[in-house]
């Protein structure tokens, strides 16, 4: 029965997983991770019961049989310790989504686990606003971190668009830190240090660029990836800013992307944030990029009072 959402541990099983991706993106391997609510959808769906492809295997979560794949294919997933027989099928313990060029590998579908690695349309707006942001930011970067790496596609991110920079990839999931190793290893990025650190409790220094994807939601199952805390899902966002701000070189940034809760017209997470800059020395710009996201949320509490959950990019700088 499938047991486990995580690959054996080890060197070897490390370097074959980085191997298994670079076999996934010479085969052409393409694939966007949807929501969870739309993968079960497209999953529930006659014919989709069995993956015929290399998406339906690492995309879709779904299980396959043997003879629908290549000998080849199964002794890189079996060195890596990904594949998993469930009665006379099999199903792979991780999933690989696609961004750009670049492959990711994290937990497979459904995330169940506490400590399950996330990814999805969070993390494509994520990087999105990296991207859009970096190239702006008037100090150069030395030294970033991601607080909260998941998979580490933000400090990969940061590291081609920086090759000369250090970059911090903490978490406090061990499983993502591993994850995070693995993907940076398949991506070249060899500035991307992924460490163990409760926010920034547990890494020393100063950062020229702070970047974080918190868990924003009220998550009843405390999964690490999704739990955000707080009366809304806001807590660990704004513990986030709280670190941020006292960490930040001198003319250093700020990249949060969050969700927050609006409640009777009221961004809520706003007003905090106002209330901590009023007296700071902070610049910053505040902007929300998608107005409904997880709408299914609005069923359960503590969000059925709620409005609707939109998507928000905060930048933030420390003065010069």
């Known amino acids: 029965m499938h047991t486990s959402s995580l690959p054996a541990t080890g060197t070897e099983s490390d370097a074959a997983l980085v191997d298994l991706g670079h076999f996934l993106k010479n085969e052409g391997y393409r694939f966007t991770t949807v929501s969870p609510l739309t993968h079960s959808r497209v999953n529930a769906r006659k014919g989709n019961e069995l993956a ?60 169940e686990e506490v400590d399950a690695i996330f990814f999805g349309p969070d993390t494509y707006r994520f ?16 030294r970033a971190v991601d607080i909260g790496c998941g998979g580490g596609p933000g400090a990969i991110s940061i590291a081609r668009l920086c090759p000369s920079a250090e970059v911090l990839a903490v978490d406090i999931n061990h499983k993502a830190i591993r994850f995070t190793q693995i993907n940076s290893m398949l991506a070249g ?41 707080g009366s809304l899902g806001e807590g660990l966002s704004l513990a986030i800013v709280d670190s941020a701000m ?11 992307y969050t969700g927050v809760a609006v409640v009777n017209g009221a961004d809520q997470f706003r007003s905090a944030i106002e209330r901590k800059f009023r007296d700071s020395k902070m610049q910053w710009q505040y902007k929300e990029i998608d107005p409904d996201i997880f709408g299914e949320e609005l069923l359960h509490e503590p969000y059925t009072h709620a409005d609707r959950i939109a998507a928000v990019v905060l930048v933030a700088k420390q003065e010069e």
């Open 52 to 111: 015929l492809n290399l998406e339906g295997i690492f995309g879709w979560s779904r299980p396959f049989e043997l003879s629908a794949v290549s000998e080849n294919l199964v002794r890189h997933m079996r060195d890596a310790g990904v594949i998993v027989q469930e009665g006379n099928r099999y199903r792979s313990l991780v999933r690989a989504s696609t961004l750009g060029d670049q492959l990711f590998f994290h937990s497979a579908y459904p995330t």
């Open 189 to 229: 990025t060899a500035g991307v240090h992924a460490l163990y650190s409760d926010l920034l409790n547990d890494v020393e220094g100063s950062f020229d660029l702070v970047v974080a994807n918190p868990p924003y939601l009220i998550d009843s199952d405390r999964r690490t990836y999704r739990h955000g805390a």
């Open 127 to 142: 990087v999105n606003a990296i991207e859009q942001v970096l190239p702006d930011l008037c100090l150069p970067v030395n």
């Open 246 to 256: 006292k960490r930040l070189s001198p003319g250093g940034s700020l990249l949060l």
